[in-house]
């Protein structure tokens, strides 16, 4: 008898994701349309209708035309019926952003962790910039369907607890999400910055590249969410995607997780940067302007770049053996040059390799260039709240 109604409610809930989804991708519909393309009955499509426009998702907007008979009520998605707040956590600040159903940023923001010693005190600078944006916005605190968190570190999202936090200038190896809960005001979600990012990212995939997805983040470190099956694949102990701190070479550099020569030493943002100071005398920590000096072709920066790409390909050309993707999308601040790293590295994947050809995977930069860490954070609660399911394989 269990089984029978959980596979009752689960039926449920595909129909009412799968009705949803088609709001959210036709915007209008009568209900004859949703039953011709989804295959769900009349009565059935009339029944979540009816929720959805109770919870204001769906408005009535007067009357389609007429195939013959009544003229049908037309039905209209309302992307602004709810919102969700993304955080994510950077090296020097944490932005915060309000999102609707459409993934629209409605307010941006940002504050300063610098001179912040707990968690405790970043959390009361986060509550107050929450609340300034929902007064700001001037929407219903009712309509915010919770936090979504994008932090880098090893994340345990259904206990609400992180392990190693890389970027945040407090001295602790654990924290306990829950207890901030009541503080913030609202449902929380927590997840590693690659795994929503590839989240964010599929989105915007066809159907053929989302089967197998990996989106390699390439930061202060290197990280990779993994995709299969549009289900996030998290590993036994939630360390899946810690690609940054596989061996790629033999010279003995000493990274920070206690290994050597790890990926990410060689081939993150911080390594290009770093190989840019050491060579050419300038002390700039600025990606972005090295970048720029890559496009004008200036010398010693082009040289960096190259290498730099050298080293990238390794790691890429792994975890296309390893997991034989459909689609590897590159993430971070790179993504945004995409013209002087896409081709070039896949020139380097191909050269002098037996076993791979261009045909077999598609590499490509992120679409939502650096915002796809904290668009996947605000899509969290949407996921799990909205359409009850939460994109993890456990």
Partial sequence: MKKKESDLSNIKLANREKILRFFIEQRDATKQLISNKTGISIPTVTHNVKQLIDEGIIIEAGLSESTGGRYPALLRFCPDSRFSFGVEFRSKIVRVILTNLDSEIKADTSISHMDCQSMDEIVNLLAKALNDIVQSSRIDSRSILGIGFSIRGTVEG???????????????????????????????????????????????????????????LVTTGIGCGIVIKEQLYRGKNKRAGEVGHMTIASEGNLCRCGSKDCWELYASESAFVNAYRRQSNNKTSDAETILLLVRSEDSTALAIWNDYLDKLAIGIRNLILIHDPSVIVIGGRISMYEDILIEPLKSRLYKENGFLTESDVTIKASILKENASILGAARMPFHELLFHQNKIIQ
């Avoid at 001295?171 to 009541?182: E, L, V």
């Avoid at 997840?191 to 990996?214: F, G, I, K, P, Y």
């Fill in 158 to 216: 259904s206990a609400l607890n992180l392990e190693k936090l890389p970027n945040l200038p407090i001295h602790t190896n654990f924290i306990d999400f829950k207890k901030y809960q009541d503080k913030l005001g609202y449902p929380i979600f927590i997840e590693n910055d690659a795994n929503v990012a590839a989240l964010a990212e599929l989105r915007h995939l066809d159907a053929s590249d989302s089967r197998h997805l990996l989106y390699v």
